[in-house]
């Protein structure tokens, strides 16, 4: 690292992956707690030599006969695991500030006098280092998926703590799910609880696992050993008045029903003829909903004290939020792409074996493909952190000219539009245009399938391009913006017919003797360098300019006859 590198880094100040530590000087087990305070959260850098404040008082005289090396070594040799940290010391004028570079621990560290930190943000959103307790450490482990929370048997109960009533709802659900496993549908009540890991067998007695107490245990049981588990669901009217306010401790399918059905009742539909056709298009897809509610339950953190959210706001927005933010490797930018990580392994092989979620990973993707195909912006995961996950549908009135319009591609193609072409056809449509980078975004970063996708809604005659330089802007076409009853609207996208370019050009020729590209480009703001220089040679060409000069520095006059 320079030191101009180091001086940008600190003028950001402190945060949940950077730390200073004045070194006055600075006591070995502060230092180590400081490393395994930063590994335990995201990792990051810790700046030996600064002042919280961002002065840079440098190391301690007493402390600079340690190397990079040795400091390397003392830190990794008193953390357990070891912290694995890189240590380089920068010069910043006459003093020297030593950069630690702490990696993510992918289990949870301390140092070798036992003390555990981990980093948060205190009641202002400022970065500290607090004490990481054991039952706060299997939040953290199943956050690396390296525990599996759902799978923990719970040795104080018994068979008994089960419900018979559950078993039937299951088995119910089971015969009625074609998605179901069908290896489970003719066992007995045990025989299906081993089958699915929701009882383990220890020293000769059977007992429930989390899993199995979540998803057929009586309630009382839910209510005494599973005291986290509770799901709410709230209507919230104008000024976020409380309409509806009912909460749940039920077992998970029961669970899944009721609010389900509480957002059945809340279900209009608008109609669309299409051909011979009536199609409803619901405000809440029911599919969206079943994988929405589904993973918020399934994917939670059932070791923190926090209920499930949904809630319908006054706008017909349906919000969908679960205790424990993304597991590790899932980001709000790759979280429909990404491969499943599912924070409660056992939970989540349960749900689809019995054909509740999405057993080819797809979950996501279909959620965004259903809310898509209503006319609808695509669904949201703003508000999301490191807590809480949060989903939102934006409700509100289907978009029928847009559902009409992916029927009928969906019709010529034979095929269902996958939840990609629905985002870029969408976007274009809400935005007016897109280009390359644009949808590379919308597409997770991914410029190989954004490219692809543009070529081939390019073939389809959904989208033309507009311009020639990097990166290419697409919009809707002709055939498009008549469908959406918006022809006027395509005349503004691609810009001035030939005629009326050249009717304008020659207005500007009347108000100034001579003309620029500049001066073309100001007149047409939609005109590239590129298009603004190939009308002008188009005139130059059909006799009605004559171009002094050569290249960006040629000015065009009026041809004098």
Known sequence: MTESELLKLIAHGESMTLEFKRDAPISANDLFEAVV?????????LLVGV???GQITGVHQKHLEMTSPRLEASINNRTRPSAGVRATRVAVGNVFVDVIDVPQAKRVISTTDGKTMRRSLDVHNRPECIPFYPDQMPSRLSQLTQYDHSAEILSNTTWDELDPLEFERLNQLLQDNPNSDPSLRDLGHLEQAKALGLVKTVDGVVRPTL??????????A???????HEAAFQVLGA????EVNQFFREPLLKLLQSLEQYILVRNREQELDWGLQRIGIPLYPKEAVRESLANALVHRDYSLRQAVYVRILENDALSISSPGGFVEGVTLENIISTEPRPRNPMLADIFKRLGLVERTARGVERIFESILRTGRAAPSYFGTNRQTVKLSFSGGEADLKLVYIWLEVQNRLGKPLDWATLLILHQVALEGDINTNQATQLLENNVTHATMLLNRLLELGLLEARGFKRPKTYHLSAAVYEQLGKPEAYVRQRG??????????????KAKSEITRADVMRLFTTLSEDQASYLLRRLVKQGKLEMVGIRNK????TVQK
């Open 37 to 45: 305070c930063l590994a335990n959260a995201d990792g990051g850098t």
């Open 554 to 557: 040629a000015i065009y006059r």
């Open 496 to 509: 001035l017919v030939a005629t009326e370019q050249e009717i304008m050009v020659s207005s500007l020729l």
């Open 239 to 242: 000024e976020q008045a409380v």
């Open 51 to 53: 002042e919280d404040n």
């Open 211 to 220: 899993a199995g107490l979540l998803l057929v245990g009586k309630q009382r």
């Open 222 to 228: 839910l209510q005494e050993f599973v005291p986290s």
